[in-house]
Each structure stands twice: as structure tokens, then as C-alpha cells.
């Protein structure tokens, strides 16, 4: 996917080019951009709904990357994968 430098996300945002995409692409074009280029609001609403639950701020900023391999294998991942994610980045469980 394209990242969107910081004018483009600007751009996407103000035409509100995210309206016509699904939730899971707007939740996929916001977690692997480094601009804010929707509403924070409207993106966790879609990252929301894909997942099924609640998803707080804090969540996103700590466990970006989790997030995004959750929303691409379409379902909640097994407890030993998220064990074997977390030890990736020296935590444990």
C-alpha cells in the first residue's frame, strides 16, 4: 500500500477520499500510514467494526502491528500467536 506522504493524507482528508471505502480499507489505509489522512473518529469506528470490539487509542499506539495482522487474518488470533508476537518484542504473558 501506498504511503501517503504528509500534502497527500492532507489532501485524501480534506476531499474526504475515505468515504467510499469499506471499513476494513479504511482501517488498513490508516494503520500503515504515518498521517492521519481520515478523522481519528472514523477511523477507530472501522477498526471497531472489523474487529468485532472496542478498540481504545492507547491500543492502537502500543499494538499497531497487532492490530493490522488481526484485521488481515480476518479473525482473532490464537492465544500462541499473539504469545509468540509478544515475544518478538521481548513481553511476556
Known sequence: MKKLNRKEAVSFYEQKSYSDLSDKEKALLQLQQEHMCMPMSIFMNAVSNV???????????????????EILEDEAPALCKIKKKLQEFHWTI
Do not use: F, H
Open 51 to 69: 474487529l468485532g470490539r472496542d478498540v481504545e487509542p492507547t491500543e492502537l499506539s502500543i499494538n499497531r502491528e497487532a492490530i493490522l495482522i
